[in-house]
């Protein structure tokens, strides 16, 4: 059998990089381009050892843990404990992610036949498995292992730092109260021109139980100004009296008109804070506000200036 340690040497070159720079990609650390090339120099050294028999005793648990543990030290220096601590433990979960995306996909490619003439059982009961996979595809399979980890983390990552900036939204108009979850846009300055009052924005779609039928489907579509024309003939409408027309500038679109609804108040919960206010239009929207359903209505950044004045009051009523 022939050994071509130079084409190991450059694969595990490779795949200790990969994994370095993902590591930091996790942690956010800056990593210098010379350090993370000597650690992955020394793990792809390392690997080389198996083909020295006089090195054999150091192809150990301990001895492949220490040189995990100086790579790190090459790659990221050490800092304090604690965050040598999560550098190693973001650092093997990326390495067991690869190792079982590459162990997982080689086995969805398998046939039955090939999965059972790698199995053997000795004769005491134990079982064995034979596991052969080519160089290639343990390269081109890895990239794609890391690629798809890190498309996953990040769109984690943007959930997180979404989740931040949501909070619960109720609006009550008359008897009616709709709620969901609203994004908290702080460059969101749009005001009605006349009273400038606060414009939120929500989906049509939670209204829709309580628009007039001539509207389905046609919110964000047909001019806001025609549809408001058309109320004549849906003289069961109740809402009449609280409709308003919001002028606002779209995207490539000039100005348009967005019809908005008057209710009785508005209430935000962000985490432990509450606020309610009167003072307020929602607008509605015919399309999906948000492409994964994360959140159904734009909350204006001046709803939550207006602290509770409802529990103010009733903490200073419970003083007294």
């Not at 020394?42 to 028999?53: D, E, K, N, T």
């Not at 209204?207 to 001019?223: Q, T, Y």
Request: aromatic share 12%.
């Amino acid at each position: 059998m022939v050994v071509y340690i130079d084409l190991i040497f450059l694969m595990n070159l490779i795949i200790d990089g990969s994994l370095i720079w993902v590591t930091a990609w996790m942690r956010k650390l800056k990593v210098k381009k010379w350090r993370a090339a000597a650690a992955a120099v020394i793990g792809a050294l390392y690997v080389l050892m198996m083909f020295l028999p006089q090195l054999s005793f150091l192809y150990t648990f301990l001895t492949k843990f220490l040189i995990s543990v100086i790579m790190l030290w090459v790659a990221f220096g050490f800092g304090s404990l604690q965050n040598y601590l999560r550098n190693m433990g973001a650092f093997y979960i990326v390495n067991f992610v690869a190792a079982g995306g590459i162990l997982g996909i080689h086995y969805l490619l398998q046939s039955s036949g090939e999965v059972w003439s790698g199995i053997w059982y000795t004769t005491s009961g134990g079982a064995g498995f034979e596991i052969k996979i080519g160089a290639l595809f343990i390269l081109v399979v890895f990239v794609l292992v890391l690629l798809w980890f890190k498309s996953v983390q990040s769109s984690r990552q943007r959930q997180l730092r979404l989740n931040a900036y949501l909070g619960e939204v109720t609006v009550r108009i008359g008897e009616v109260d709709v709620s969901c979850t609203g994004l908290i846009d702080t460059g969101n300055q749009l005001t009605d021109p006349l009273t400038r009052m606060p414009v939120m924005v929500m989906e049509a779609s939670l209204w829709e139980d309580f628009l007039p039928e001539s509207w389905a489907g046609k919110i964000g579509e047909d001019g806001a100004d025609n549809l408001i024309m058309q109320l004549s003939d849906d003289n069961g409408f109740p809402w009449r009296d609280r409709l308003r027309l919001v002028p606002y500038r779209g995207i490539n679109k000039g100005s348009q008109f967005m019809i908005a609804l008057k209710p009785d108040w508005v209430t935000v919960t962000v985490v432990d804070k509450r606020t309610t206010t009167s003072r307020v239009l929602v607008g509605l929207d015919g399309g999906g506000l948000s492409s994964e359903g994360a959140y159904k209505a734009i909350i204006h950044p001046a709803l939550l200036e207006e602290t509770v004045a409802s529990d103010k009051a009733s903490a200073a009523a419970n003083a007294i």
